[in-house]
């Protein structure tokens, strides 16, 4: 049957079952992105963010792909290079490996788009920059990459990686690095020669070094122009990235994402960069402590769809009751027409549950405060202020794992979850948490995951792949037809259960 089928139709049906859509969409997710339940070992159920997800799908796709090449020659040979379409790792040092296998077959590393390696190890194991020399020779040799991820932070190895990729990685699109704040001139510099850039994303770490030390040299001077990028994610140490940005050309940017962590000074200023920009955003999305001016913010992005923010910020009420020093919270200046989406930040103390139900126990005043604050807030999203308004949706995968390890809101929590989905129902908004689900539907209530589907995951966790042919794992019996139509049903069925973004990213 192999041969009675041209290669093309093949390399079309490995796609389809490889679940390569979604490895090689240009767009990184956001805050709005879908997590998911899943059984596990260690507790009855665990959320898996979308960066699990993405990681699964990458490690379920590379399986199945050794799976086809290991049912016939056929096949081996059509497979072997879409075998290396992406990269995928979670232990640098396998770039080594890589680097003899591309230089033994230079060939192979022309059919490479995508390079992702990704953090398992959090704050163990060994830096990135050991493997400088490994990661630059295997950049050197795909030079039709186009996503670049690397969830690993960097520091000296970075500018040798952006030099490399503005030479030999013309066609970049995507891109995901993870440096100290003192790096931003470099990050400049490697933004200048990546024109073709559609989604960035940058976390910058606390520097080095003092703050007041740093400087930009003739990086200050640079006026980028990004006339494809759309979307744009900053964490961590990004004030300096910001203040440059608002004088950048970014004509097509549709999404910005801003994630300040648990710091409470130094915010950023983000009304310069929106006046700047925010005119053809669909997507904002703020995570902060400190609250900003969310007015003067909608006021500036006319064209969103869906906005994210922290619903424990202090909004100041247009106008205050002279009696009680109050008054109700309204979150435009006029109504904005387009928002259908918003995403709702923090609400640690929303539920009772949780750490910071145990932190409120000695400091109740603090708590009740907060509780209030995220009703008043909460309230102001109305139809008048958000005609649209379709979707209000609980972000924090924190709240609802302590909601599904408690059970369910306690206390007072109770009786405003219930208060918050009757204000929701009534206006026709549907209230959800992190996953899409309705916000109190606890995993409990879903159909339990088949057995063989579980062991699969473990047996995907649990094993690490490299990409030489001397660590094929055997497959006793071999992989028929049977197996392969299942998995063709599994995608399609994927597939529509995938949620579409609240923003598409358009690919040229």
Same mark, same amino acid.
């Given at each position: 049957?192999?041969?009675?089928?041209?290669?093309?139709?093949?390399?079309?049906?490995?796609?389809?079952?490889?679940?390569?859509?979604?490895?090689?969409?240009?767009?990184?997710?956001?805050?709005?992105? &879908?997590?998911?339940?899943?059984?596990?070992?260690?507790?009855?159920?665990? #959320?898996?963010?979308?960066?699990?997800?993405?990681?699964?799908?990458?490690?379920? =796709?590379?399986?199945?792909?050794?799976? $086809?090449?290991?049912?016939?020659?056929?096949?081996?040979?059509?497979?072997?290079?879409?075998?290396?379409?992406?990269?995928?790792?979670?232990?640098?040092?396998?770039?080594r490996s890589l680097t003899v296998l591309l230089t033994s077959n230079p060939s192979l590393g022309w059919?490479?788009?995508?390079?992702?390696?990704?953090?398992?190890?959090?704050?163990?194991?060994?830096?990135?920059?050991?493997?400088? !020399?490994?990661?630059?020779?295997?950049?050197?040799?795909?030079?039709?990459?186009?996503?670049? $991820?690397?969830?690993?932070?960097?520091?000296?190895?970075?500018?040798?990686?952006?030099?490399? +990729?503005?030479?030999?990685?013309?066609?970049? /699109?995507?891109?995901?690095?993870?440096?100290?704040?003192?790096?931003?001139?470099?990050?400049?510099?490697?933004?200048?020669?990546?024109?073709?850039?559609?989604?960035?994303?940058?976390?910058?770490?606390?520097?080095?070094?003092?703050?007041?030390?740093?400087?930009?040299?003739?990086?200050?001077?640079?006026?980028?122009?990004?006339?494809?990028?759309?979307?744009?994610?900053?964490?961590?140490? =990004?004030?300096?990235? $910001?203040? &440059?940005?608002?004088?950048?050309?970014?004509?097509?940017?549709?999404?910005?994402?801003?994630?300040?962590?648990?710091?409470?000074?130094?915010?950023?200023?983000?009304?310069?960069?929106?006046?700047?920009?925010?005119?053809?955003?669909?997507? +904002?999305?703020?995570?902060?402590?400190?609250?900003?001016?969310?007015?003067?913010?909608?006021?500036?992005?006319?064209?969103?769809?869906?906005?994210?923010?922290?619903?424990?910020?202090? $909004?100041?009420?247009?106008?205050?009751?002279?009696?009680?020093?109050?008054?109700?919270?309204?979150?435009?200046?006029?109504?904005?027409?387009?928002? !259908?989406?918003?995403?709702?930040?923090?609400? #640690?103390?929303?539920?009772?549950?949780?750490?910071?139900?145990?932190? !409120?126990?000695?400091?109740?005043?603090?708590?009740?405060?907060?509780?209030?604050?995220?009703?008043?807030?909460?309230?102001?999203?109305?139809?008048?202020?958000?005609?649209?308004?379709?979707?209000?949706?609980?972000?924090?995968?924190?709240?609802?794992?302590?909601?599904?390890?408690?059970?369910?809101? &306690?206390?007072?929590?109770?009786?405003?979850?219930? /208060?918050?989905?009757?204000?929701?129902?009534?206006?026709?908004?549907?209230?959800?948490?992190?996953?899409?689900?309705?916000?109190?539907?606890?995993?409990?209530?879903?159909?339990?995951?088949?057995?063989?589907?579980?062991?699969?995951?473990?047996?995907?966790?649990?094993?690490?792949?490299?990409?030489?042919?001397?660590?094929?794992?055997?497959?006793?019996?071999?992989?028929?037809?049977?197996?392969?139509?299942?998995?063709?049903?599994?995608?399609?069925?994927?597939?529509?259960? /995938?949620?579409?973004?609240?923003? !598409?990213?358009?690919?040229?």
């Amino acid at each position: 049957m192999a041969q009675s089928l041209p290669p093309e139709l093949w390399s079309h049906i490995f796609g389809l079952a490889a679940d390569e859509d979604t490895i090689f969409y240009p767009g990184l997710p956001t805050s709005m992105t &879908q997590s998911s339940w899943a059984r596990s070992l260690v507790t009855d159920w665990q #959320l898996r963010t979308p960066r699990d997800l993405i990681n699964m799908v990458q490690r379920r =796709s590379y399986a199945t792909k050794k799976s $086809i090449i290991s049912t016939c020659r056929s096949w081996r040979c059509l497979g072997l290079e879409f075998l290396v379409r992406y990269l995928f790792f979670n232990d640098p040092s396998k770039l080594r490996s890589l680097t003899v296998l591309l230089t033994s077959n230079p060939s192979l590393g022309w059919w490479t788009r995508r390079l992702h390696i990704t953090h398992f190890l959090y704050e163990r194991g060994p830096s990135l920059d050991d493997f400088e !020399a490994a990661l630059t020779a295997v950049l050197t040799q795909t030079p039709n990459l186009e996503i670049f $991820i690397v969830d690993w932070p960097l520091s000296r190895a970075f500018g040798s990686i952006a030099d490399t +990729l503005g030479t030999h990685c013309k066609n970049l /699109r995507t891109a995901h690095w993870h440096v100290p704040a003192e790096l931003l001139p470099k990050v400049i510099w490697a933004l200048d020669a990546l024109p073709l850039l559609v989604s960035l994303a940058v976390e910058f770490d606390a520097p080095l070094k003092d703050c007041d030390m740093l400087t930009l040299g003739s990086a200050q001077d640079v006026k980028l122009h990004l006339p494809n990028l759309q979307q744009l994610i900053l964490r961590g140490y =990004s004030a300096e990235f $910001i203040e &440059q940005a608002s004088g950048w050309s970014l004509p097509f940017l549709r999404s910005f994402s801003f994630d300040f962590g648990n710091k409470r000074e130094d915010v950023p200023d983000v009304l310069p960069f929106l006046g700047t920009h925010g005119t053809s955003l669909l997507f +904002l999305d703020l995570d902060c402590i400190p609250a900003l001016d969310i007015r003067t913010i909608l006021d500036l992005c006319p064209l969103l769809t869906a906005f994210s923010f922290n619903l424990d910020w202090k $909004i100041p009420p247009i106008a205050q009751n002279a009696d009680t020093g109050d008054g109700s919270i309204v979150f435009t200046n006029r109504p904005h027409e387009h928002i !259908a989406h918003i995403g709702l930040h923090g609400l #640690l103390f929303a539920f009772g549950v949780g750490l910071a139900s145990a932190y !409120a126990t000695p400091d109740p005043l603090s708590a009740l405060l907060v509780q209030r604050t995220n009703d008043k807030n909460f309230a102001a999203l109305t139809k008048a202020s958000f005609p649209r308004l379709e979707r209000v949706r609980v972000l924090s995968p924190t709240v609802l794992t302590d909601l599904e390890r408690a059970d369910g809101p &306690q206390g007072s929590g109770m009786e405003r979850w219930e /208060r918050w989905a009757g204000m929701c129902e009534s206006k026709s908004v549907r209230l959800e948490d992190c996953t899409g689900a309705l916000l109190g539907t606890l995993p409990q209530e879903y159909e339990e995951e088949d057995e063989d589907e579980v062991e699969e995951d473990e047996f995907l966790e649990d094993n690490e792949y490299s990409y030489t042919d001397d660590e094929e794992p055997a497959r006793p019996g071999g992989v028929g037809l049977s197996e392969l139509r299942a998995l063709l049903e599994e995608c399609r069925r994927m597939s529509e259960e /995938r949620e579409d973004p609240p923003f !598409a990213l358009t690919y040229r």
